[in-house]
């Protein structure tokens, strides 16, 4: 244990220059780069908002918040897992020629992945607090000092990525096609996930427990309880979401661990 | 007969490395199933490194020769930790510099600065010690009015410029040298050979891989010749390059 603790502050500082050399890559060539990830997701807020609060006319008060801010909290957790999943599936096999050539503690590549979504998240967060304070100046929303427990859900969220993308990219060394798969999985469970409607809308659905299966729904609807409604977290989320936290990191770290001196064979 | 243990900086014990060799690259899921539901599923097993043991004591100059293929490269990744041997151990005692590859680990889209630095964590420096030795690698590399352009703007000398400097600047414990003098100008060359001899003079131990059978004989103490991943004949410099150039 003291052996990986060792290693793991040795190579911090490159932890630290890979997630900065993501954000200058990403951010380098547009002044406007940091200001359109915060612009982005307010556009598309609006459309959401416009076309979902008009379907969903009846089941709107249940949410007990403006619909767009129901919205923007939810999607900023999902994007976040999405983002940081997605990035990290590809993660080894991107850092195929460093791998081979120097020895460098492989998880380095899906921390740094998962860590640069989590700055990004840091951005478009600043658009939901954009839009809290407009609604809280139109009066719909009161601001609670639970707000300051929104690391809570996230931190929760960032680990559970983290379980995921290491179990992502060691399939991805092996199966390159599980890329296009992720896709579609992702797809199906950000419906399956109350983003865009509530999840009292499905109370009298077999869907109901398919979505109290689903960690994102405990992480999603915690953020809004803390956020938006004042509200603390219940003793039986916080296990739930420790627990299901704690199961993909396991899963994810005995997985990887055992595969990761074949991945230089492979990539 | 047994050598103590404290003047051994790397000892190689039943070390063996196969790989896996598909007839086809097999690396989709689909294509998977596919061959697995036809039985299809061959692998063909290419054992690129035999029971090789060696001890290389402190402060020694090793020479590695052999022709291509034989598993110089492999071996020594298997010795800097790149490679997991399948079979066998590897001890190493210090601090390991590989120049197996220049400029492993630069990214092209960034600056030579950005590179060095990131090119440093990469080989666990902190970025304390890399600030203190930046001045040094660019006066070594030559190429301080490039330093703010991005690296893919370079010619692969001035790459491998960078990347030797990087490499470099500690005297670290084991250097491992696998024929990486190829580029660079004449001039550049010598600056590095010259950089190496500064190594080798004091208690760093070197492995050194090359096809320059005259450049072995002027520095090595003692010499392994591999065959197909066989331990052919390790021992004597001398020796070793006579039977290795006889035979070949
Ligand atoms: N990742 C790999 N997967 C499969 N086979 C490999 C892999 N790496 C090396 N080999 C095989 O191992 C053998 C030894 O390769 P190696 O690179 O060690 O040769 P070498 O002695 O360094 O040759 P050279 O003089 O050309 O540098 C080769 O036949 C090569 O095909
Ligand atoms: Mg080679």
């Known amino acids: 244990m003291k052996k990986y603790i060792e290693n793991f502050i040795k190579y911090f500082p490159l932890l630290f220059l890979l997630t900065s050399k993501d954000f200058k890559l990403k951010y380098r060539r547009s002044v406007l780069g940091v200001f359109w990830s915060t612009l982005n997701p307010l556009l598309i807020m609006i459309v959401v908002t416009s076309v979902f609060s008009v379907i969903l006319k009846f089941s709107l008060e249940k949410i007990r918040m403006p619909f767009a801010v129901f919205y923007i909290t939810g999607s900023l957790i999902f994007n976040f897992f999405s983002e940081a999943s997605s990035s990290s599936m590809t993660a080894i096999t991107a850092n195929a020629s460093l791998i081979q050539k120097v020895y460098v503690p492989k998880y380095i590549f899906i921390l740094e992945k998962c860590a640069f979504s989590l700055i990004n998240l840091m951005f478009s967060t600043i658009a939901v607090l954009v839009v809290v304070f407009y609604y809280v100046l139109k009066g719909q929303v009161v601001l609670h000092a639970t707000i300051f427990l929104i690391f809570i859900p996230i931190f929760f969220t960032f680990l559970f990525s983290i379980g995921v993308g290491l179990i992502l990219s060691t399939l991805t060394v092996f199966f390159r096609d599980i890329v296009h798969l992720w896709g579609v999985i992702l797809t199906m469970w950000v419906y399956l996930t109350p983003i865009v409607y509530p999840i009292e809308v499905l109370k009298f659905s077999s869907l109901d427990w398919v979505i109290k299966l689903n960690p994102i729904y405990y992480f999603v609807t915690d953020l809004r309880k803390v956020m938006i409604l004042g509200e603390i977290i219940t003793l039986k989320s916080l296990i739930i979401e420790s627990f299901s936290c704690f199961i993909v990191l396991i899963l994810g770290i005995l997985l990887f661990k055992k595969a990761q001196d074949k991945f230089i064979l492979h990539i | ?248």
């Open chain 2, 1 to 248: 007969m047994e050598e103590k243990a404290s003047n051994i900086a790397i000892s190689v014990k039943n070390v063996s490395m196969h790989f896996n060799m598909c007839s086809e690259k097999l690396n989709s899921l689909k294509e998977y199933f596919i061959k697995f539901i036809k039985r299809q599923l061959f692998f063909s097993r290419f054992i690129a490194l035999e029971n090789i043991n060696l001890n290389i004591k402190k402060g020694e100059v090793f020479g590695i020769v052999g022709l291509n293929g034989s598993g110089k490269s492999t071996l020594l990744k298997v010795i800097c930790g790149v490679l997991k041997p399948t079979i066998g151990k590897v001890k190493i005692s210090g601090r390991i510099s590989p120049l197996i590859e220049l400029g492993a680990g630069f990214n092209m889209d960034l600056t030579a600065r950005e590179n060095i630095f990131l090119n440093g964590a990469v080989l666990g420096y902190s970025k304390k010690f890399m600030n203190e030795k930046f001045n040094e690698i660019v006066e070594f590399s030559e190429l301080r009015e490039f330093l703010d352009v991005p690296m893919k703007n370079y010619s692969s000398g001035m790459v491998a410029r960078v990347a030797f400097a990087v490499a470099t600047i500690v005297k670290p414990d084991i250097l491992i040298v696998d024929e990486i003098l190829s580029v660079g100008d004449f001039k550049f060359q010598e600056k590095c050979n010259k950089r190496i001899k500064e190594l080798m003079q004091g208690d760093t131990t070197v492995i050194i891989v090359s096809h320059h059978m005259e450049e072995i004989k002027k520095v090595c103490n003692s010499v392994l010749w591999l065959d197909h991943g066989h331990l052919k004949m390790i021992g004597e410099t001398e020796k070793v390059c006579n039977a290795y150039k006889n035979f070949s």
